[in-house]
């Protein structure tokens, strides 16, 4: 990885591989380990980014992450392979990551308008593809976490344009909403800012 310039209006997003995710461990230390493996990104995020805060701190243990002293804000997300996080200091962020791979088709329908699984490649002799569904997935799930709601706030968000493979348009309550995205491995990551897009997103990825 080539290391990159430091610039404010650069969103710098840190995606690296989950700790001590073995199958004989406990399911409640591999948690315990995504969480430790989330914050240690979001370190290295706030690192990268030139971030002078070291404490991020959430509403309540379960809730949503606050604006550290400072003014930057920060999100993160983990799963058993892959863990996420940026800090952005003009406003919220949001970021996601989802495996790819195919969903039920009810629940595909449930968080999908037929529009908008056309507009990810969905047609009428072939249904929304594992890709399809990640990309929808996590653009709604970084935008609602750049708004600091929960999943209900899924059903203000709709997509309504996918100019490439890097990026979705996306609108909330009408309001306009890009989401960057990228794939690593078998993971869709994405990242959100609501009101001004930064310059560029650099993606850090680490092993």
Known sequence: ??????????????????????????????????RAGARTALSKAASIAGCPDAAFEKSS????PVPTAGGWHWSIS????????????????????ERIELRR????????????????????????????????????????????????????????????R???RATYDGAPRDVWQTTVGGELVSACIPGTPPARVVWHTRS
């Open 61 to 64: 243990p379960r809730g949503r």
């Open 166 to 168: 890097a990026l979705v």
């Open 78 to 97: 983990h799963d058993r392979t892959l863990v996420a996080a940026a800090v952005w200091r003009h406003g919220p962020v949001g970021v996601d990551l």
């Open 1 to 34: 990885m080539h290391e990159t310039p430091v610039s404010a209006d650069t969103l710098y997003v840190v995606v690296a591989a989950t700790p001590d995710q073995e199958p004989d461990r406990p399911a409640p230390e591999r948690v315990q380990a995504q």
């Open 105 to 164: 088709r009810l629940l595909v329908e449930r968080v999908s308008t037929a529009e908008e699984r056309e507009l990810l490649g969905e047609t009428e002799e072939v249904p929304l593809d594992a890709l399809g569904f990640a990309r929808l997935w996590t653009t709604k799930e970084a935008v609602v976490k750049a708004e600091g709601i929960g999943l209900p706030g899924m059903q203000s968000c709709r997509i309504v344009a996918v100019p490439g």
